[in-house]
């Protein structure tokens, strides 16, 4: 596609769910970032994908947070038993190689809301 | 201590008038980026313009110009000729090039709001 594409745009969910949260990005990008903003503050790093393997997740809060990218181009995070502490946005980034000057292509993020 | 401070939460700005908006950061990396993002409502990241650590000039793309000041570690996004449609939240994000994962840390966030 022309951009990086995340669904859904909303998720509202009860304490204690599972959710997955889709992100299919710019067609041949190796590298691909989830962030998580939070209301009124910056996106913070969550983990970082080259290709299909999880280059640095160190950004992951706790094991509740996963994300996988198995062919190397979509990538679903997924978090478990979620708490209302991790509604936020969820952004997704992609970008040709992870060292661009012209920066990183952004989805419009999945809003997640835990009640 | 804070990798990219933005001091100011938000500001005004007359329409057709010149705005800046300031960011300082924080680094022992001698390779780095600096990157500006504008986001409006609608919740997507904009990129702006970009500013390496090793480039003798300023940056500047259009309305937007970077006034990148390395010894006092600031890059501040200067923006000219304001239009309503720049009303926005504005991040200022660093990448270290020393960090294997090349993920962009990013400030608090700055609300410009124009006014006509």
């Known amino acids: 596609g022309a951009g990086v594409s995340q669904t859904p745009s909303n998720k509202v969910t009860e304490k204690g769910k599972y959710v997955e949260l889709r992100c299919d990005p710019i067609?041949?990008?190796?590298?691909l970032y989830w962030y998580r903003q939070s209301l009124g503050q910056g996106p913070e790093f969550l983990i970082y994908?080259?290709?299909?393997?999880?280059?640095?997740d160190s950004g992951l809060p706790n094991d509740r947070f996963f994300a996988v990218r198995p062919e190397g181009s979509v990538s679903t995070l997924k978090i478990q038993r979620t708490e209302r502490g991790d509604s936020a946005v969820y952004l997704c980034?992609?970008?040709?190689?992870?060292?661009?000057?012209?920066?990183?292509?952004f989805g419009s993020g999945t809003r997640l809301t835990v009640v | 201590a804070q990798k990219i401070t933005q001091t100011q939460p938000g500001m005004f700005v007359q329409e057709k008038e010149a705005v800046t908006l300031d960011c300082t950061y924080d680094?022992?990396?001698?390779?780095?980026?600096l990157f500006w993002y504008k986001q409006p409502s609608s919740g997507e990241m904009i990129f702006l313009i970009y500013q390496g650590s090793y480039d003798q000039q300023n940056a500047t793309e259009g309305r937007y110009s970077l006034n990148f000041q390395k010894a006092r570690k600031s890059a501040n996004l200067v923006i000219s000729a304001s239009q309503l449609g720049d009303s926005a939240m504005y991040f200022c994000a660093m990448r270290e090039n020393n960090n294997a994962g090349n993920m962009l840390t990013f400030g608090g966030g700055t609300r410009l709001m124009v006014k006509p």
């Open positions: 067609s041949g990008h190796t590298a």
């Open positions: 980034a992609s970008s040709l190689t992870g060292l661009s000057g012209a920066g990183y292509t």
């Open positions: 680094t022992s990396d001698p390779s780095y980026g």
């Open positions: 994908f080259q290709g299909t393997g999880a280059a640095d």
